[in-house]
């Protein structure tokens, strides 16, 4: 399959899909890394479905994330469209989470994280999916650096005063009650 004809699949035929039917079934020859290269493009439609994509199927399966975490982190490093955050900050959720337990991460790449959640939770044009995303992430690795939690509960407080989403208000609110619970 040719590049142009990727990026069809993702701009025409993926519509004929339901999201319950993503899997590598339905890629025709796509592969997991391509929907990573192709997160990347400038068409904004285009990086979001491949992110979008490639979210659903290794969340689903994470097991198919082997092999992929070096260039799904090299791509954080470059991605700059809140529609494919949306889709990598929940990957990285999971692989903050407790419940991972197949994909250990280093301490570099945990404090880059740490680092990216933090500059994309303050940044003014964050979308609310990403920032709650943020939290969690950031939840989720406090603890392990015990200094986050102090950072991250001011962070909450400061989002709790500025008149908060409802999605915002319930996420902060869950990790609150987890902080002090």
Partial sequence: MTYSEKINFLSV??????VADF????????????LLDISL???????????????TIVLKDSRLLEGLLPQF????RMQKNWSCLRSYSKI????????NNVYPLSQDIEEELIEYAFQWM???????????NCLDILNNLSKKHSWI???LLAQIHY????????ALLSRTNRILKKATG
């Fill in 73 to 76: 982190f090299g791509n954080i």
């Fill in 149 to 151: 939690k102090e950072e």
């Fill in 92 to 99: 990285l959720m999971y692989l903050t989470a407790d419940k």
């Fill in 13 to 18: 035929t993926l519509r004929s899909f339901e």
């Fill in 23 to 34: 899997s590598l079934d339905i890629l025709q020859g796509i592969s997991l890394g391509d």
């Fill in 41 to 55: 493009e400038k068409d904004k439609v285009v990086s979001f479905r491949a992110a979008w994509v490639f979210e």
């Fill in 122 to 132: 303050i940044d003014p044009k964050c979308p609310v999916a990403v920032l709650v």
């Fill in 159 to 166: 989002f709790q005063q500025m008149k908060p989403s409802p």
